[in-house]
């Protein structure tokens, strides 16, 4: 997929790791003065730097000689407090992880649990995880568009995408109760079945986004501002990214098309039809262009989803597991004592270790579990897209301008929660 | 789609015999034959294929996984520690690998001692290793020979101590850095005394 205007020069990725010069030759009867690089820190507390990320520049003019990227400023021990609790505790902390896709978090956390349990939920709980992880999905991308175009000057196209964001919070709500701090699945099942209004409210809500978005397509794409300082920076070859690490929309973009959605389906991914973008050159451009086209393909994903979804039960029935209903557990013993053990004890897997990946917003959300046969986790570790990511915001944007520092950090979607922990 | 349970495999997570687990998976048998004795056991719980390899073969083994061309591991995934406090060996640096265009995965496990928690740095292998290495260099004290700027990434540098360790205390209190820092006990911080 390019959308790129055929009437600009042709452009094939540069070898070397600097994008191609920008700045005019030097006069004939300039002097060679004696220079030292400027240092600038730009963060933790800068505008652009959302998320907290401090990247410490040291500037020949306008171009970045050298750069250090430092993290943690939103570390907050998330592995250490999920070994000290149960499995099902985690829960909220993994909403906290990527903070604007917190389904696809909690939708990871639980399969990772079931795969170490080995149970295996029920169809109608499959469909709405996936509803609610695309649904996360474009969340998160509309956050990235719409940060993007505001730091590049766009105020108007970032409120219609924060507006089309406030449509998907609305069906994150009718979810679960919450627009951001989810908490919306459990191991085993989701915390709440939908209504019957449910499928009608999603087409609308997503039709009213689909709108907005079609008019930050319009505002943006076409502007030569916007192509000027999107087209051909913070650019990076493929292998260079997948020797990073790099997952996701930023390694789609440069041409690689590795979505964990096809290549190692989970829950129903393998029932419905949706195309996988994939750029060409991996510029912050087609970085822009593969999310906006992900959000229509997340839309295609819940319509079908919609379409599919059979009635039927929600939770796995395995009292030992997930909880039975009050009904079961104040009339039968065998229920009673498992909701007992269950609160006060947690699930108990067996001993083994698992590891899970999901498709998050960023990429390769990864969580492996390490069990001592207690309730509680003896390792319970994120594998952050963001972070992996981040690393690569150095190469990127080394040789570059100052002014190209924004929109390839806007479009590596740092996210702090997720990168920090 | 999740396998039938297997068996516990004793106190210590992952530690198996070896066999079964060569037989389901071509890469196991692949490294098998190639690195021999170098393989402390092999492993597919739930279906991940774990390799527990020795520390001296890691740098040889990597390079093999990443350039073999029935490998063709690319895509260094993650790296972590887990820290089994009170038994010997303490720490397993854990190694997840992805191959884009195989489409499999591996997971390679490297048992350290707790008098030298130090491994060798596969950031020659797989850049991406820099920001993973420093980070279980931070929350573990594991060392990474090699590695060309080992210094913590998350925690600020005077913090005391590696808190992802089993003998850190969640709730251990730092002392206060910074200029003009006077350090006061937060549990004995009376202002009217």
Known sequence: MSEHDPHTETHGAPASVAPETRAPEPAEDTLDLPFEPMELKMGPSHPATHGTVRILLKLDGERIVESEVEVGYLHRGFEKECESGLYYQAFPYTDRLNYVSPMINNVGYALACEKLFAIDVPERCKYLRVIASEVSRMSDHYTCLGACSLELGAFTAFLYAVEAREHVWDIHDHLCGARVTTNYVRIGGVSVDVGREFPAFVRDKLAQAAKLQQDLEDLLLANPIFRERMEKTGLLSKEQLVALGVTGPLLRAAGVPYDIRRAQPYLVYDRVDFDVPVGELGDNLDRFLVRIEELKQSRRIVEQCLDQMPPGPVDVNDPKVRLAGKGRVFNRMEELIAQFKLVTEGPTPPVGEVYLAVEGGNGELGFYLVSDGTGKPYKCRARSPSFSNTQALSPMIQGALLADVIPTFDMINMIGGECDR | ?193
Not at chain 2, 35 to 64: E, Q, Y
Request: charged fraction near 30%; include cysteine.
């Open chain 2, 1 to 193: 789609m999740p396998e039938a349970p297997t068996a516990p495999t004793g106190e210590a997570a992952g530690v198996s015999e070896t066999g079964d687990a060569t037989a389901r998976h071509p890469v196991l048998r692949r490294l098998a034959d190639a690195f021999g004795s170098a393989i402390i056991a092999t492993d597919d719980f739930r279906g991940d294929a774990t390799a527990i390899v020795d520390r001296g073969a890691l740098i040889a083994m990597c390079r093999f996984l990443r350039d073999d061309p029935d490998a063709s591991f690319d895509l260094l995934v993650d790296v972590t520690a887990v820290d089994y406090l009170g038994r010997s060996p303490r720490f397993e640096i854990v190694y997840h690998l992805y191959s884009v265009e195989k489409n499999h995965r591996l997971r390679l496990k490297v048992p350290v001692e707790e008098s030298d928690p130090s491994v060798a740095s596969v950031v020659d292998v797989w850049p991406g290793a820099n920001w993973l290495e420093r980070e279980t260099w931070d929350l573990y004290g594991i060392r990474f020979d090699g590695h060309p700027g080992l210094k913590r990434i998350y925690l600020y540098e005077e913090f005391e101590g590696h808190p992802l360790r089993k003998d850190y205390p969640k709730e251990r209190r730092q002392p206060i850095i910074g200029p003009g820092a006077v350090h006061r006990d937060p549990m004995n911080d009376d202002l009217r005394k």
